[in-house]
């Protein structure tokens, strides 16, 4: 059974889009990702349009972002103040994200650009997260146990502007979190990505936050970005498809709390292992796109699907 | 409805008093909805012919079925490597281009019967000034001759793939002689809008009877309310798209939660 989607202007089969919804979002209830880094692609290869991809990506993002957040916030795990100020550099980065997506779009560049970006992207995190749950599983095998740094100084300490977070028992200046906010809003508006397997990182190795509150703030943040971006996309692009939206909302929901269920069940560095190989399988497929020679050197778009 | 069926009657009629050749049409889908379950249609058309009765079945003449979709503007890119990449890099801008081409007879037709009767689209590369004239073309960096002709030809063959441009010479049905019939394949990514039926009869390389009629294609239902919403009201719809998804993330997290619990 085919559903027609009314932006993207094509009919597709349903159970094929809600099995994406729901495998995406088991993937990122399992890992605790947002899972956009994973379904905009997904959804390009399945022929939706890019600029559509992007836009309802970022959508379907909120919903899952806000339901993971709620689990985290009931347990203290949001630093509140840290997210809002992510936020404040975020939105501004979004702006800049949809106005470079605009201006991709229309000299004609989109389709390479937003290839090579996932190709490094998934590329750079599918690499590190092998090598590093493979060191984990290789220790664990070894029996040995690894010390852990409890908290990192760095410039991020010696900048102006300095302010207390209570929840994350931290003292450091505001432009960091300004900093990185607003890289994941550029990201987020160009890829239709939440950004949290960069965010995450860098709220731990660059500000120093505690692990156990990164996770909570990190979707805290995401809900704002993908929010913003959303509206940006449905008011400049007009790719926004809504039936899509809900499909995938849905499905990726009722996934996502499968995922959290199973996630309990393995361990985590098996669990990342696994989401690493998925990662450098989809990076594989896009790079192939990239380098190898197209069947036809032509190809079309309408005018007025962008503008 | 009415006037089409009076015309129909006032063909017949017409077809009694001139008696060499006739051409009548039955088809009356005026209509192609699209509505959420829509995949693509079959179009139906169907008529009779009456050629000169005195030649045998072969030479009666042929029937050829021409459907143009609304115009459309169209950027065409060709790739070029950069340093292992390929890229997008020479762009063409084509205005007024047909949506949809269908063009279908009975017998493979010459090629200098579609260029003294200026119909045709699919015919570029033996005859470049054929109906190009009504497309304007914005070159953009591209000069050379040999170039054009190469973007005129991926233009027609990126449409083959797609299923929007078509030319075919086997499809229609005669039954009986004097009776026609064919399905003509809309596909799922045809835009909303007017499309043109034009009929003809052929006798002997020229066109002895035509007629044309159109149908509309249009989104109804929620698709066409989503679409529209869409377009009008951009910030409603973006804010509406954001509270279903916080709703439905909102309600998931809890009804899940007391799943767990219970």
Redesign the interface.
């Known amino acids: 059974?085919?559903?027609?989607l009314?932006?993207a202007?094509?009919?597709i089969n349903i159970f094929l889009l809600i099995s994406l919804g729901g495998v995406i979002g088991f993937l990122s209830g399992m890992f605790g990702l947002g899972g956009g880094f994973l379904m905009t692609p997904m959804l390009i290869f399945i022929g939706i349009p890019t600029n559509v991809a992007v836009a309802t990506s970022a959508?379907?993002i909120?919903?899952?972002?806000?339901?993971?957040t709620?689990?985290h916030w009931r347990q203290g795990l949001v630093d509140i103040k840290m997210g809002i100020i992510l936020v404040s550099g975020g939105i501004l980065g979004s702006f800049v994200g949809v106005s470079i997506f605009d201006y991709l779009s229309d000299i004609?560049?989109i389709?390479?650009v937003i290839s090579?970006l996932y190709f490094v992207l998934l590329f750079s995190i599918g690499s590190l997260m092998l090598i590093e749950s493979s060191q984990v599983i290789r220790d664990r095998i070894r029996k040995k146990t690894v010390k852990k740094k409890l908290h990192y100084h760095n410039w991020a300490h010696r900048l102006p502007f300095k302010t207390k977070f209570y929840t994350s028992k931290l003292y450091i200046s505001v432009i960091p979190p300004i900093i990185i906010g607003f890289v994941i809003g550029i990201l987020s508006g160009t890829m239709g990505i939440g950004g949290s397997f960069i965010l995450i990182p860098a709220m731990i190795y660059f500000l120093g936050m505690p692990t156990s509150k990164v996770i909570g703030t990190s979707l805290f943040q995401i809900i704002f970005i993908t929010?913003v971006v959303?509206?940006l996309?449905?008011?400049t692009t007009?790719a926004?498809d809504?039936?899509l939206?809900?499909i995938l909302?849905?499905s990726s929901?009722?996934g996502?709390?499968i995922g959290v269920?199973t996630a309990n069940k393995l361990r985590g560095e098996d669990l990342r292992a696994l989401l690493a190989i998925i990662v450098l399988v989809v990076a594989a497929q896009i790079a192939a796109e990239?380098?190898?020679?197209?069947d036809?050197?032509?190809?079309?778009?309408?005018?007025?699907n962008y503008k | 409805m009415n006037f089409k069926s009076f015309s129909i009657i006032g063909l017949i009629y017409f077809s009694l008093i001139s008696i060499s050749s006739s051409l009548v049409i039955g088809s009356d889908e005026n209509e192609i909805l699209?509505?959420?379950?829509?995949?693509?249609k079959d179009l139906l058309v169907f008529g009779a012919f009456y050629a000169d009765p005195s030649q045998p079945r072969e030479k009666k003449g042929d029937i050829l079925i021409e459907v143009v979709g609304p115009k459309?503007?169209?950027?065409?890119?060709?790739?070029?490597?950069f340093f292992?990449?390929?890229?997008?890099s020479e762009?063409v801008?084509f205005k007024d281009v047909p949506s949809f081409y269908y063009l279908s007879s009975t017998s493979e037709l010459k090629d200098s019967f579609f260029k003294e009767n200026s119909i045709g689209l699919l015919e570029t590369s033996q005859f470049p000034e054929l109906n190009w004239s009504l497309i304007t073309t914005d070159w953009g960096s591209v000069s050379s001759y040999d170039e054009k002709q190469e973007?005129f030809e991926?233009?027609i063959?990126?449409?083959s793939?797609e299923n929007v441009f078509k030319k075919t010479s086997d499809e229609i049905e005669i039954l009986d002689g004097n009776l026609f019939k064919t399905n003509i394949p809309i596909p799922?990514?045809v835009?909303v809008g007017v499309y043109d039926v034009n009929l003809y009869l052929i006798l002997n390389n020229e066109i002895s009877k035509d007629y044309s009629y159109n149908f509309t294609v249009k989104?109804i239902g929620?698709?066409?309310l989503?679409?529209n919403f869409?377009?009008s009201f951009?910030?409603i719809?973006?804010?509406?798209?954001?509270i279903?998804?916080?709703i439905?993330?909102?309600i998931?997290?809890?009804l899940?939660?007391r799943f767990?619990k219970a």
């Open positions: 059974m085919s559903i027609y009314p932006i202007e094509i009919s959508n379907q909120v919903a899952a972002s806000v339901s993971g709620l689990g004609g560049q389709d390479a090579v929010a959303t509206l996309h449905a008011t007009f926004l809504a039936v939206a809900v909302i849905i929901v009722v996502a709390q269920i990239l380098f190898i020679q197209p036809d050197l032509f190809n079309f778009s309408h005018m007025a | 699209i509505d959420a379950n829509f995949s693509g459309e503007d169209i950027v065409l890119r060709k790739k070029e490597s292992g990449f390929w890229l997008n762009s801008r973007f991926a233009l063959r990126n449409k793939y799922n990514t835009p989104r929620i698709e066409n989503i679409y869409a377009n951009p910030l719809y973006g804010f509406t798209s954001l279903i998804a916080l439905i993330g909102w998931s997290a809890d899940f939660r767990r």
